[in-house]
């Protein structure tokens, strides 16, 4: 392929994020007030109801042109829509760039791989800013996303071998499989999903008997499953930690800047994890490792310090 080619398909891949992201905008709005299909009646404006014209709908573009308003009532348009866009299209953006440049000769491999990220970081933006609304997260995109996480694996079971991160253990699989590797795929993608699940429910119940309160809802529960469908077990589990992480931070933050904690929805950490493990998953391990080899030289530090040998 000629970098030329790579550049123009670069660049497309960024410029259909920003038309999803448009799209993601109508989802998010939409599906958890249960009003209208996501797939008609066309945008209008909540205030006047004035239908939106297609250069008053192009990605961020309009929103600029328009100075953030209506052009028919001049209600201030929330500059989130055009947030949303400007994400989708990043996101969209780099896994293309990872696609075309990540490798030395890309093929269709590579583009199956930028459409499951693709397809796979619109559901998390979409629940993030639901889950952040809301404190919900739908079941069109988790279940859907779980059964289509099947699909996926089963098809292309190279997305479980050195693609989507961390699945190398499906070549293992294949040969307990009879060497059929779309079963092997397909047995990885389910058990991530039981395990996914399993983590978070339990993580639920530990919740409830200790501060005897719902920590984590069924809808983070079917969240991490999608993951698991997607990602696999290791995934999951390693996007989860990852999430727990970012919470701890966050709240640990919050409390000292307001002095209180109120409720923070876990769907975003959620999802940022998610995000990590799909784009960054060697640096989650090697970060992993760091501070397991930091707590051996502290715990060292400290038995020394106490005049014990370590053994």
Known sequence: MLESQKLVLWISSGLTGLLI???????IFRLPRN??????PRSRCPKCLRWITWYDNLPVVSWVLLGGKCRGCRAPISPRYALVELLTGAVFGYAGWRALYGVPSPGWHEAVRFGVE??????????????????????????????????LSA?????????????????????FFGGHPWLASLA??????LLGAGVIYFADLLGKLLFRKEGMGMGD?????????????????LGFMVACLAGAIFGIGKLIAVRRMGYVPFGPFLSAGAAVIVF??????????????????LSAWTLQLFGVRPV
């Open 21 to 27: 992201g448009s799209f993601l905008n109508v989802c």
């Open 35 to 40: 009003c209208m299909s996501i797939v008609r």
């Open 118 to 151: 693709a397809w796979f970081m619109s559901c998390l933006i979409v629940c993030t800013f639901i889950d952040y609304d809301f404190q919900i997260l739908p079941d069109e995109i988790t279940l859907s996303g779980i059964a289509l996480g099947l699909v």
């Open 155 to 175: 098809a292309f079971p190279f997305l479980h071998e050195t693609g989507l991160p961390l699945q190398d253990h499906a070549k293992s699989l294949a040969r």
């Open 188 to 193: 990885a993608s389910a058990f991530g999903a």
């Open 221 to 237: 529960v079917k969240y991490v499953a999608m993951f698991g469908a997607v990602l696999g077990w290791k995934g999951a589990l």
């Open 280 to 297: 960054w998953p060697t640096l989650v391990v090697r970060a992993i490792f760091i501070y397991m080899g930091w707590m051996h030289s």
